[in-house]
């Protein structure tokens, strides 16, 4: 993985992009996973044969509505005994698939340009929405540094990304993305609320009516 922090940008060149910053510490990246696309296509297709997706159930033995895997040394689970990272998938008691070089890569490129150096990712959680799924405002707080930032990448259909403030009752900033854009946040930032409205019914030339969403973290 040393070799991803060198060169970042060789392989992630410039595009006509507008980087729009949400507040100190946080930024949207417009159009940053272009350039990668195919590798992360690729990456996906690897991810998906070895680990499907699957709903999983809160705490309180509820069906979550967004189906979702993971990659990388860590995955995140949730079930009866709660939230965490583990590093076996619980469905087929195998590791998770390893995390793409071009997911890692991508990473590493967003998190340099938002202003967080050395930063190595080694879980990423995957989800994917179809029309009226929605991700309910929530703080990602299960790993163990809140100094490392997270990285969002969207790809697909668009979607609003609802970003709040450090309490529930905070009213969320609505953030249209589209496929490509890359949100990170840390620092300030690392622990604001945040969510994605209901997906509306969309098309999208290779992921259909579907919006995936990587999300990497530094969670061990």
């Known amino acids: 993985m ?5 060169n970042l940008f060789d392989s ?25 696309e195919s590798g ?7 991810v998906m044969l070895d680990s499907s997706f699957r709903c ?24 009866r005994r709660g939230y965490r990272y583990a590093s076996i998938d619980p469905l087929n008691g ?22 967080f150096a050395g930063y190595i990712p080694d879980a990423c959680l995957i989800n994917r929405y179809q029309p009226g ?18 990285v969002s990448v969207s790809l697909g259909v668009p979607a609003v990304f609802l970003f709040g403030g450090l309490r529930r009752a905070d009213r969320p900033e609505r953030i249209p993305l589209a496929h490509g854009d890359v949100v990170v946040w840390g620092g300030p930032a690392r622990m604001r609320y945040h969510g994605i409205a209901p ?11 579907q919006r995936i ?7 061990g």
């Not at 410039?14 to 930024?27: I, K």
């Not at 999983?56 to 079930?79: F, H, Q, Y």
């Not at 799924?133 to 997270?150: A, M, T, V, W, Y």
């Not at 997906?199 to 009516?209: L, N, P, Q």
């Open 133 to 150: 799924s929605r991700l309910s405002l929530h703080q990602d707080k299960n790993e163990r540094d809140f100094g490392q930032p997270i």
């Open 213 to 219: 969403n990587l999300t990497l973290r530094k969670a």
């Open 56 to 79: 999983m159930i809160t705490p309180a033995g509820k069906r979550m509505s967004v189906p979702m895997t993971n990659c990388g040394a860590l995955g995140w689970v949730s079930d």
């Open 12 to 36: 992630l060149p410039a595009l006509d992009r507008r980087d729009e910053r949400l507040c100190e510490g946080a930024v949207v990246l417009r159009g940053f996973a272009l350039a990668a």
């Open 199 to 209: 997906i509306k019914h969309a098309h999208h030339e290779a992921f259909g009516d």
């Open 94 to 115: 195998n590791p998770w698939p390893e995390m793409p070089e071009a997911f890692a890569r991508l990473a590493c490129s967003a998190t340099a340009q938002a202003g």
């Open 40 to 46: 992360i296509m690729e990456g996906l297709r690897a």
């Open 2 to 6: 040393s070799a991803l922090t060198a």
